[in-house]
């Protein structure tokens, strides 16, 4: 169900008269909601309700375990990990493994025979697992109290709009906000309406249109000329902007306008001066949770500077598998974890805010910065290695004719 399909603007209007006929009644009006998220989840595939439900139930034991039972926490925590982690691994990647499998197996002259399931990729699966997982973290840490009403908690991994694609809503910032009844004025109303057309916008008219150029001129590389490809490349680096955030635009303007908060996930990340700030601004919900989760019980940077090349690196790297099944994806992890060891090896991990009175270092910094994300998007738009090394000499191609036409 798209956001920009009638369906849903059916399905969010009688949401959203229901949601503010009940108000007065709270625990009741969750209720709505929570079963209008999971027939929201269902709508696309039923039996893939059962995944989320599985994760939702698992989580929601283990946080009351690690709070009730000091002796029996690790194992809990171990319980949430593997669990999650293993429907994630089984759906999203089981095909990633079975395939390079075969394909060492095949390299070292064993002629091993396997076959490719036939295993569906659950739309959010993504972000709902590490959602829910992170809880159980941040719960064994201490950083919350484990939820005990399961509605509640349900809630918090189901909310709809932010299921399928983001951001990725932590439990400190969300569950506080379920037992207070929402409040909605004028000013806020128009606010995000505006917010949810602007979202519209930046998906229908900007990403779609930059799509198609991108589509087009990278259609044939083989045959592109270096100026269309070169095109085509930055088409696609606004145009991932564009559909990225303009969906995280219309969730966070559906959810304001159910009467719950999500937080920001994108701050103009094109003009940032440093990839460090641009981390700061790209994804924001996804490398917050990088470094809590991922980066900082590494060791983050303080084990020495080669510890923190090998951690930002490593981070990257999964955090590049975590898009996309593909060692494509991989690369593009690989390419922003490069990047940000160079910066922190030369000290060159600036804000803007230490560059004000300096327009024309800002400027040169934030073009060098955009072109370098531009090209490391290559991996990204790649469907393979062949394709990439195509897209490449598409880049430095600068015989034959300038068209731009359809495939």
């Known amino acids: 169900m798209p956001f ?10 009688i949401v959203f008269l229901f949601n503010w006929a009940l108000f ?29 439900l599985a994760s939702t139930a698992i989580d929601f034991v283990v946080g009351i375990v690690i709070e009730d039972s000091p002796n029996k926490r690790k194992l809990a925590l171990f319980i949430s990990l593997l669990s999650n982690l293993g429907i994630l691994g089984f759906f999203k990647y089981g095909n990633f493994f079975i395939d390079n499998f075969a394909s060492a197996s095949n390299t070292l002259g064993l002629g091993i025979n396997t076959s490719v399931l036939e295993i569906m990729l659950p739309v959010g699966i993504s972000f709902y697992t590490f959602q829910s997982m992170s809880y159980s973290i941040d719960v064994y840490h201490a950083k919350l109290k484990a939820e005990r009403s399961f509605i509640n908690f349900a809630f918090f991994v189901s909310f709809f709009p932010q299921l399928v694609a983001g951001p990725i809503v932590r439990a400190r910032y969300f569950i506080h906000q379920i037992p207070h009844k929402p409040r909605l004025t004028l000013h806020g109303f128009e606010a995000t309406l505006f917010l949810i057309a602007s979202g519209l916008i930046k998906k229908i008219v900007l990403a779609d249109t930059l799509g198609d150029y991108a589509n087009v001129a990278f259609s044939n590389p083989t045959e592109a000329h270096a100026i269309i490809a070169w095109l085509g490349l930055f088409a696609f680096t606004f145009q991932i902007y ?132 531009a090209l490391a998007w290559l991996p990204f738009r790649a469907d393979n290695f062949e394709s990439l090394l195509e897209l490449i000499e598409a880049l430095v191609r600068f015989d034959g004719p300038i068209q731009l036409h359809s495939a």
């Open 24 to 52: 007065k009644t709270n625990k009741l009006r969750i209720g709505f909601l929570l079963i209008a998220s999971w027939y929201f989840y269902a709508s696309n595939n039923g039996w893939l309700l059962a995944l989320l």
């Open 242 to 373: 564009f559909d990225f955030s303009g969906y995280t635009d219309i969730a966070i303007g559906c959810a304001r306008f159910l009467g719950s908060r999500l937080p920001p996930n994108f701050r103009r990340p094109y003009v940032a001066v440093s990839f460090s700030e641009f981390w700061r601004r790209w994804h924001i919900s996804l490398s917050f949770c990088l470094r809590d989760y991922l980066y900082k019980p590494l060791g983050g940077n303080k084990n020495g500077k080669i510890a923190t090349y090998k951690n930002l690196i490593l981070v990257m790297l999964l955090g590049g598998l975590w898009h996309g099944a593909a060692w494509t994806f991989v690369v593009w992890g690989g390419l922003h974890g490069l990047f940000l060891s160079i910066e922190r090896l030369t000290g060159q991990g600036f804000h803007k805010k230490d560059l004000i009175g300096k327009p024309i270092e800002r400027t040169t910094r934030t073009f060098i910065i955009f072109f370098f994300c």
């Open 4 to 13: 920009n399909s009638f369906e849903y603007f059916i399905f969010f209007i």
